[in-house]
């Protein structure tokens, strides 16, 4: 038999459609999954009359693939991921490579890359977005780990991968070790934050402007064809227009508590420990938690009172400055989620490639948007653009766009609808264009309690002083660092 290019572990509905995605673009492809009987089930049902080869033990896969052997593990994040590098371990030769395709924790991958790496293997931990169909039909892939792997798995990846703007694939090289599964996370990051807006936006429509499901499904369906077009305002828009067989919106019978599995949490952390304010995915992650509090929420709401405003202003031109709202904070999510990257990027040593980054994420993955173009454009410009906000385009989208997105929290909070992400995404513009901000007292504050020190606005950075505020302390300072 003609050897394979290319093994799969882990035949859940990822790993099935990548496979047959595979194998549609002309690569043989060998699948093992630990209870083999799924080997089978599939092999003689959806990828029947493929040329993809089942096998029943890894030493079999192994023995099918062609060398520089080429594994993909799509299995469970976590320790499952370990037990097979373990259980590959054995059987496989020097240069070979193992691929892990889950959702992994990025401190895992830098951990698993380094480790492989000590065994003579290559290793590469790639972040793949899409859901099902993206991976049946093209997902954005984001691979990073061992660099002289790259060479071996770039022409099917890519082959497989999402396409846009003539042909351009939604897959290259992020970096070293832990590079791909990081830009995967700030991804899923995104993706909480995305969906946390257009949530905040169902919520202004409905309890604010009273519009029914069939009015925010127009809404949604016109705001898909405009500068918000993107694959998660049009599955919302569907959403909201569907109705089960006895004509009900299936949106008004599901519980209103937010599952999570984790990357957006991973994303908040990364951003506490880098010190980068990622307000908007913070937001985002913890209104997920207050969510998830539904019993209490349902004790709370007998007893606390909220607002008693009505909305007596023009409803077409409140939607328009909802639009503007969910733009504008969009935007600085982006901003902000770059932010995180660049700093993991020095925190790392990566050499990420921010525009290339924006073009991975352009198709194929659950953030795919027009926008994403724009930020794409911004660093074609400039490649070293510190920060979004500074880019021509961005900084007049966001002018434009912030009367109505004043407007929005200015009535949100009269109305005591809770919009966590847009509000602080516009107390983060705010700060973020404040040249001086309250933390001269907050400095004194430090040094009065705790004789900490503070810098001067008339001295250099970098000289600390110290003030006996009451006369009565010392003059011993406390040490001075920064977390
Ligand atoms: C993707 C998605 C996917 C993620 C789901 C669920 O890129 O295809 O990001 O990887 O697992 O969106 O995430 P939560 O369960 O955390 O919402």
Redo the contacts with the bound molecule.
């Keep these: 038999m003609e050897k394979c290019d290319f093994g799969l572990i882990g035949l859940a509905v990822m790993g099935q459609n990548l496979v047959l995605n595979m194998n549609d673009n002309g690569f043989k492809v060998a699948v093992y999954n630990r209870t083999v009987t799924k080997v089978d089930e599939f092999i003689t049902g959806n990828a029947k009359g493929t040329e993809i080869v089942g096998t029943h033990t890894i030493e079999e896969l192994v023995g099918v693939l062609k060398s520089p052997r080429r594994i993909m593990l799509l299995v469970k994040a976590g320790a499952p991921v370990d037990d097979f590098i373990e259980l590959l371990l054995p059987y496989l030769e020097e240069g070979d490579i193992i691929i892990d395709g889950g ?1 992994s924790n990025y401190n895992d991958t830098i951990r698993r890359t380094s480790y492989v790496e000590s065994k003579g293997l290559l290793y590469i931990g790639t ?5 099902e169909e ?1 991976a049946r039909f093209g ?2 892939i984001m691979p990073g780990g061992s660099p002289e792997a790259w060479s071996h798995v770039k022409d099917i990846f890519q082959a497989v991968s999402a396409k846009v703007d003539d042909d351009v694939p939604c897959c290259d090289w992020v970096g070293k070790d832990g590079a791909g599964h990081y830009v ?1 996370m700030t ?2 990051g995104i ?2 934050g995305d ?1 946390q807006l257009i949530c905040e936006a169902y919520d202004l429509m409905k309890n604010i402007l009273g519009m029914n499901n069939q009015e925010m499904h127009e809404t949604f369906t016109e705001w898909n064809d405009g500068k918000l077009d993107s694959y998660l305002i049009e599955i919302t828009r569907d959403i909201l227009g569907y109705q089960d067989e006895d004509g009900e919106y299936v949106i008004d019978k599901i519980l209103d508590t ?7 949490k991973w994303t908040a952390i990364s951003s506490l420990d880098m010190g980068i304010p990622l307000t908007l995915i913070t937001e985002a992650v913890l209104s ?1 938690f207050l969510s998830a509090l539904k019993a209490d929420r349902v004790e709370a709401s007998k007893v606390l009172s909220g607002s008693a405003y009505t909305f007596d202003g023009d409803k077409m031109a409140f939607v328009k400055d909802i639009h503007d709202a969910l733009y504008a904070s969009k935007i600085i999510s982006y901003t902000q989620g770059y932010m995180l990257m660049r700093s993991a990027a020095a925190e790392y040593n990566w050499d990420l490639n921010y525009g290339g980054i924006a073009l991975m994420w352009r198709g194929g ?3 795919r948007s027009a926008f994403l173009g724009k930020i794409k454009e911004a660093f074609d410009k400039d490649g070293e653009l510190n920060n979004l906000l500074l880019d021509d385009y961005f900084k007049s989208e966001v002018d434009t766009a912030q009367s109505g997105w004043r407007r929005v929290i200015a009535t949100a909070v009269e109305a005591g609808i809770p919009v966590p992400a847009m509000s602080s995404a516009l107390a983060f513009y705010d700060g973020y264009r404040r040249e001086r901000l309250p933390a001269n007292l907050l400095q004194a504050q430090r040094d009065y309690f705790g004789a900490h020190t503070y810098e001067r606005t008339d001295k250099p950075r970098g000289e600390f002083f110290h003030t006996n505020w009451t006369g009565t302390g010392g003059d011993v300072t406390s040490s001075t660092y920064n977390a």
Excluded: F, L
């Design positions: 959702n972040g793949v977005s899409g859901g993206g997902p954005s995967k991804h899923n993706e909480y969906m937010a599952g999570q599995k984790g990357t957006g997920r993955c659950i953030i």
